[in-house]
Nanobody, 126 residues
């Protein structure tokens, strides 16, 4: 059974930090691009960050609004992907979803990704 389990969400003040983690199981993690989407109330789902498998381009993708503040990393030995979020802003408030996709994600995570987690809430207060 494929599982993507997110953790690390919560409530933080503007300017603070959170670290999201996603533990994957049930598929060959090394062969998949992994990343994060987010969805704020009343808004469309947005691709936040993605890192391709080791066979692809090693440069992670970040949406413009998080560049310089968020850092994605993957640990293939532990089947995990992590999103370190610094200098958080109220506009970062959303449910964050972990994804895994057999295709590369040079241009960002795809809404057609193969696997999705259940999501974790991130709330940034002003």
């Amino acid at each position: 059974e494929v599982q993507l389990v997110e953790s690390g969400g919560g409530l933080v003040q503007a300017g603070g930090s959170l670290r999201l983690s996603c533990a994957a199981s049930g598929f060959n993690f090394d062969d998949y691009s992994v990343g994060w989407f987010r969805q704020a109330p009343g808004k469309e789902r947005e691709g936040v960050s993605c890192i391709s498998s080791d066979d692809g381009d090693g440069s992670p993708y970040y949406t413009d609004s998080v560049k310089g503040r968020f850092t994605i990393s993957r640990d293939n030995a532990k089947n995990t992907v992590t999103l370190q979020m610094n200098s958080l802003k109220p506009e970062d408030t959303a449910v964050y979803y972990c994804i895994a996709d057999r295709r590369h994600c040079y241009a960002g995570p795809s809404v057609w990704s193969d696997y999705w987690g259940q999501g974790t809430q991130v709330t940034v207060s002003s």
